[in-house]
């Protein structure tokens, strides 16, 4: 019953860690893309499910690489659980593993709603592009956020851990 309930605890950890990782890329998208004016045409362009589709594929491989980078992390006991030597690279591999997956599920995604539209030509010329550059790219952009989310992740744990830890926060 113990085992169950730690696992479950588990899960909540890393759902809302990927969750909050997901969320605070999109963010800083939009940002970026309103900041630059090219917001509106992005939007304008695209269509409901695409963008759906887009946001639940960033979702799931965020939450899929956070869930691979924390295992084992958090346990009972302290100093049973993985030592940061091993989180942070593990982390920063795993965000540029998040990085290309989800390129990969991009380039799907456009590539479905090209062929509805009838823009066969473009997904020839965009699987070329990402066969050669965009999977480096990605990974590199993935391995930076990897370990920027790395660390906010452990400060945040660690924030949480002295809370739950001090005398007065226990009932």
């Known amino acids: 019953m113990a085992e169950r309930a730690i696992r479950d605890r588990n899960l909540l950890v890393v759902f809302t860690l990927g969750t909050f990782h997901a969320a605070a890329l ?60 091993i989180i942070i690279p593990r982390a920063t591999w795993r965000g540029g593993v998040n990085g290309v997956v989800f390129l990969a599920c991009v380039g799907v995604i456009l590539a479905i709603s ?37 660390g906010v992740d452990l400060a945040l744990v660690s924030a949480t851990r002295a809370i739950l830890d001090e005398k007065k926060s226990r009932p």
């Open 114 to 150: 090209s062929a509805f539209n009838g823009d066969v030509g473009v997904v020839g010329f965009g699987a070329l592009i990402f066969l050669t550059v965009g999977a480096a790219f990605a990974f590199v952009i993935g391995l930076v956020l990897g370990l920027l989310f790395a």
């Open 26 to 85: 999109i963010a800083a998208l939009v940002v970026t893309l309103y900041a630059s004016g090219g917001l509106a045409p992005l939007l304008s362009s695209l269509s409901t499910i695409a963008g759906l589709a887009l946001f639940s594929a960033l979702w799931l491989t965020t939450v899929w690489s956070t869930g691979r980078t924390l295992r084992g992390a958090f346990t009972v006991a302290p100093w049973t659980s993985v030592p940061l030597g």
